[in-house]
């Protein structure tokens, strides 16, 4: 794809960085050099990026993950599991009784390693795909306050994010408007978290619909966050639709770096120093 011109400084809170031996061979591999090479194509200067799904433990891949982020204009998320269903059947529920964490599960120790090692600025979750930390861990994410990078849509919708996360002391940015995969109801109630919670943002990968990004940047300026969705999609996509909202000049500025930046100080042009 061409380069996209633009006058913006642009980040990118939503990127999927895979190491060599998990990378798929069909074009969308995650790898550091196709990702580095799109985001320059598209004028974004910094990524979060975080690992893809796997079964057992994240540890591993985390730190591979940080390694391939050294030198480069990537900010490091470490995935994060747990041992609770993410559903929200009487079925989950009882299974969540029984629950308790495995070996393979994050811990409270694991969290604070995270934390504390300055190659990870946050954390990456996808209950669906994952499961659900435990509250002895939400508890940990809260006395160490990183952001939290929470994959939101049918499977857990705004509703669960809300209901299990939203009330402990950490940054939450909702992926997808809460909507994934396009689904106009849930979208417009990840809107709605917005209105109750303050320590919730929401990233713009994948929602497409023009009118409720509009509606969300012009009601919450603030709080949305731009989020390409790389390698799934280009970025010169993600970035376009933003470009050709009707929005103010100022709003997009917030939206491409100020937000992002404010949430993951390392996303600024400071670094985070």
């Known amino acids: ?13 939503h990127v999927r960085l895979e190491p060599d031996e998990s990378r798929r061979s069909d074009g969308r591999t995650g790898d550091p050099e196709t990702i580095e090479r799109e985001m320059h194509q598209a004028g974004v200067v910094r990524s979060v ?23 480069r204009s990537f900010v490091a998320f470490a995935r994060i599991n747990g041992a609770r269903d993410a559903g929200s059947s009487a079925g989950a529920r009882l299974r969540n009784l029984a629950s308790s964490r495995e070996d393979h599960h994050t811990s409270p120790e694991d969290v604070e390693q995270y934390a504390y090692d300055d190659r990870f600025a946050g954390f990456k979750l996808h ?50 408007f809460g ?52 390698p799934a999609t280009h970025p010169d996509v993600g970035l376009m639709e933003i470009l050709t909202l009707d929005v103010p000049e100022d709003a ?22």
């Not at 796997?54 to 050294?70: F, P, T, W």
């Not at 929401?202 to 990004?213: A, E, G, I, N």
């Open 127 to 176: 209950p669906a795909a994952d499961g659900l930390p435990d509250e002895e861990v939400l508890e940990r994410l809260a006395d160490v306050g990183l952001p939290v990078l929470v994959h939101a849509g049918r499977q857990f919708p705004p509703r669960a994010v809300a209901d299990h996360l939203l009330d402990y002391e950490f940054p939450v940015i909702v992926e997808h």
């Open 49 to 71: 990026v975080f690992p893809g799904s796997r079964d057992g433990s994240y540890l591993k891949v985390n730190n591979a993950v940080a390694r391939m982020s050294v030198g």
């Open 1 to 13: 794809m061409l380069e996209l011109e633009h006058e913006f400084r642009v980040v990118d809170v």
């Open 252 to 273: 997009m500025r917030k939206v491409f770096s100020k937000n992002p930046s404010r949430v993951v100080p390392e996303l600024s042009s400071s670094g985070g120093e």
């Open 179 to 230: 909507g994934y995969p396009l689904d106009r109801e849930l979208i417009a109630d990840g809107i709605a978290l917005l209105d109750r919670w303050e320590s919730c943002f929401l990233d713009t990968s994948f929602v497409r619909f023009r009118t409720p990004l509009e509606r969300a940047i012009m009601e919450h300026p603030d709080r949305i966050c731009f989020g390409s969705g790389a």
